[in-house]
């Protein structure tokens, strides 16, 4: 019992620490000036903790405007991804049609398609559409990589909400879209916020195809890469922080919806 | 309005046939018990009548008007699921008026409403508490109460009272028995419970593997069964069937035996007595043959003993031994 209760404790710290070491050694580098950098070991709290770098670092040409971009792309990603993962999950879920077992590999195959190899036509493509270094160009790239966890994710979803309620609703009155709008969206809305959540972190954390994309209209990722590659160590701390804070947050602000979540699915 | 009409329905999942061309007619106002065992299409058939499930052919009407195409909303009635279907996101006050809300009610009739069928389901103490708050008893009730609530004049309930303790349950029965009838609702019961078929239905329509076996009112079900399924499946303990002559069986209630003097009657061994308070219950053989007798009253016997039976000449139901369907009864 004690050595059980032992290892669960020690389960709990291990993966704290695997969550919050790399955090609290971005966090401390990058409010810690200078000479924290090169210190080892470092201080557990920063003696002197300076809001400064990050002053300095936001103060740079452009960070602003990219944090805006990073953020606008995002939320756009967010809308697409579930505007369009959430139907597409509730078909699996809800219709046998043929060809749906298909359909779900097919779209984990989109995840394994590489994105280098797509990136010359997608630039031609972009120009041509006249997408290429807009928000909007980005968003679209980024939710043809969220969009596969938010159909898979809604399909289990809407599989774990019993067909019977939805029933109960036509019987009571509703139409399929009504009975899809009062009963079946609030069951789900907990993992509908966990799968906006996960789009938006995809958007938020992907350099790549935002790199190759956008030339002036970057995001904050590809503008860090592209600007501070060779920036003192302590304004690419700050850049890693600025990027972990929004997404920690955000988590932070819904956990409840994920706890929730995570009760239906134990249930 | 609302007489039902089943024409023809039938109903194949793949391989597996549900119902098998069924035909069944309800009155206005009247309370049919679809009563059979697990398995046998009862669930099927009810789906079938409330828009859920497409029949495979056949037609349904309700109050002379072709549903059978329709979508369930657009049938106008209410339904008990079996599985109580009860959502789990709205409190019990929203779960009950829910239909109401739907059809765009007065505020002041869904109040009324949401107060009368929780009063009468005794779920006044619960209104504001969600589903996951309840006991499996208490959802069930609330699956119930949101069904009455619109004072659908078509109920459609499949094993309403299955999951509440037996005290509960007899309350139940009672209560909306009387409900319904006052209400005048065309009610279609689906049970397994022969008791709850007996105790609430006008008439009985007993379903045996995606057939109507037979279908008349209760006492008619229980006393002249028209096969030998249903006089095994109605009644506790069931009818007995007794090997007799020229390929006839003899079927015989358990209280409709008597005890004879011996000699008199069939020589009969008790192996097991059942003391169960308004009747005894008699288990043995005779001739060979499995034979369960219930005596009102107590009575003392010890198992082992040997007592002697008489058939009562008017209540025996002789059936047909290679087909199960009762005899024409004046060859008895
Ligand atoms: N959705 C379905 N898919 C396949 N078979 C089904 C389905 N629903 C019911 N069945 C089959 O149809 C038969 C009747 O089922 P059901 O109507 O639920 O019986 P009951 O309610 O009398 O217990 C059973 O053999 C069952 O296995
Ligand atoms: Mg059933």
């Known amino acids: ?267 | 309005m609302a007489g039902i009409v089943i024409d023809g329905i039938s109903k194949a999942f793949g391989n597996t046939v549900a119902l098998a061309a069924l035909d069944l007619a309800v009155a206005d106002r009247e309370f049919v018990a679809l009563l059979g065992p697990s398995g046998c299409g009862k669930t099927t058939l009810l789906r079938i009548i409330a828009g859920l499930e497409t029949a495979t052919t056949g037609r349904v009407l309700i109050g002379g008007r072709d549903v059978t195409n329709l979508p369930p909303r657009a049938r106008g009635l209410a339904m008990v699921f079996q599985n109580y279907a009860v959502f789990p996101h709205l409190r019990v006050c929203d779960n009950i008026a829910f239909g109401l809300k739907m059809a765009r009610a007065e505020r002041t009739r869904i109040d009324r409403q949401v107060a009368r069928t929780a009063e009468l389901l005794q779920l006044a103490p619960y209104l504001d508490r969600y589903p996951a708050q309840l006991s499996g008893g208490q959802r069930q009730r609330v699956a119930v109460a949101r069904a009455l609530a619109v004072e659908p004049a078509l109920l459609l309930m499949d094993e309403p009272l299955s999951n509440l303790d037996a005290l509960l349950r007899l309350d139940m029965r009672a209560e909306l028995k009387d409900v319904l009838r006052e209400a005048g609702t065309t009610t279609i019961y689906v049970t397994h419970d022969q008791t709850e078929a007996m105790a609430l239905a006008d008439r009985i329509a007993v379903l045996h593997g995606g057939r109507i076996e037979q279908i008349g009112s209760p006492s008619a079900i229980y006393h002249s069964p028209a096969t030998r399924f249903v006089g095994s499946f109605v009644g506790s303990p069931p009818m007995n069937f007794l090997r007799a002559d020229a390929g006839r069986l003899m079927g015989i209630r358990p209280e409709d035996i008597d005890l004879v003097d011996a000699g008199a009657g069939l020589p009969f061994r008790v192996s097991v007595v059942e003391p169960l308070g308004a009747q005894t219950l008699l288990t043995g053989t005779t001739d060979g043959q499995v034979v369960r007798v219930a005596l009102p009253g107590e009575h003392v016997i010890a198992a082992g003993a040997t007592l002697f039976l008489r058939p009562r000449p008017d209540r025996i139901r002789w059936m047909d031994a290679a087909t199960g369907n009762a005899l024409a009864q004046a060859a008895g």
């Not at chain 1, 580098?29 to 936001?58: E, H, Y």
């Not at chain 1, 606008?72 to 597409?88: N, T, Y």
Request: some cysteine; proline content about 5%.
């Open chain 1, 1 to 267: 019992m004690t050595t059980r209760r032992g290892i669960y404790l020690l389960g709990v710290v291990v993966l704290c620490a695997w969550v919050l070491v790399p955090i609290w050694l971005i966090a401390a580098n990058a409010l810690g000036g200078q000479a924290l950098i090169a210190a080892w070991p470092k201080p557990l709290v920063p003696t002197q903790m300076s809001l400064d770098t990050l002053r300095v670092f936001l103060a740079i040409e452009g960070v602003g405007r990219a944090l805006w971009i990073s953020f606008e792309v995002a939320v756009l990603c967010m809308v697409f991804s579930v505007a369009l993962g959430l139907p597409a999950g509730y078909a699996l879920a809800r219709y046998s049609f043929r060809g749906a077992n298909v359909f779900r590999v097919m779209i984990l195959l989109t995840r394994a398609f590489p994105v280098g190899i797509l990136a010359l036509p997608l630039t031609v493509g972009f120009i041509r559409l006249g997408l290429y270094d807009t928000a909007l160009g980005v968003a679209l790239m980024h939710t043809a990589l969220a969009l596969p966890f938010a159909v898979l994710v809604s399909a289990s979803l809407f599989q774990a909400i019993p067909r019977e309620l939805e029933e109960a609703a036509w019987v009571f009155g509703c139409t399929r879209l009504s009975a899809a709008w009062r009963v079946v969206l609030p069951l789900a809305a907990p993992g509908v916020v966990a799968t906006a959540i996960f789009a938006f972190v995809i958007s938020w954390n992907e350099v790549f195809a935002a790199s190759v994309l956008s030339a002036r209209n970057r995001t904050l990722t590809a503008y860090l890469l592209a600007v501070l590659a060779d920036s003192p160590l302590t304004y690419q701390f700050a850049g890693g922080l600025l990027l972990i804070v929004p997404s920690v947050g955000f988590i932070f602000l819904v956990r409840r919806h994920l706890f929730a979540m995570w009760g239906i699915a134990s249930r």
